[in-house]
């Protein structure tokens, strides 16, 4: 042990079919990518690219450079499949009328 203050926090990334909740504990001011490194997520996960990845500390989009505080959870977010707006649209498209006229 260092001596230097630690912190404990969580780094997550799901797919449909699998999930990976990770505890890392690292030195008190740690970053988001600090945090995703030391984790063991990046081997296990080869298609995450860290450069281009959405991340998050819970729910929130963060920086990977920013700083983590004891008790964090760090989120690694999926690209999108689809852009939801135009997902939405479709669906609207293809639902059944509602009858109305007036």
């Known amino acids: 042990m260092t001596g230097k203050p630690q912190i404990q926090v969580e ?6 079919e699998e999930q990976a909740l990770v505890v890392v504990k690292l030195e008190a001011g740690s970053t988001v990518r600090q945090a995703i490194e030391h984790s063991g997520i ?17 729910g929130k989009l963060a920086r990977l450079d920013a700083p ?15 852009d939801p707006k135009e997902a939405r ?6 639902a059944p009328r509602k009858g109305g006229g007036g």
């Open 11 to 16: 780094v997550v990334y799901a797919l449909r």
């Open 89 to 94: 649209r479709g669906r609207a498209r293809r």
């Open 42 to 58: 990046l081997p296990r996960f080869t298609e995450i690219d860290l450069e281009g990845a959405r991340v998050g500390v819970f």
């Open 68 to 82: 983590l505080r004891d008790g964090d959870r760090v989120e690694i977010y999926r690209p999108l499949i689809a």
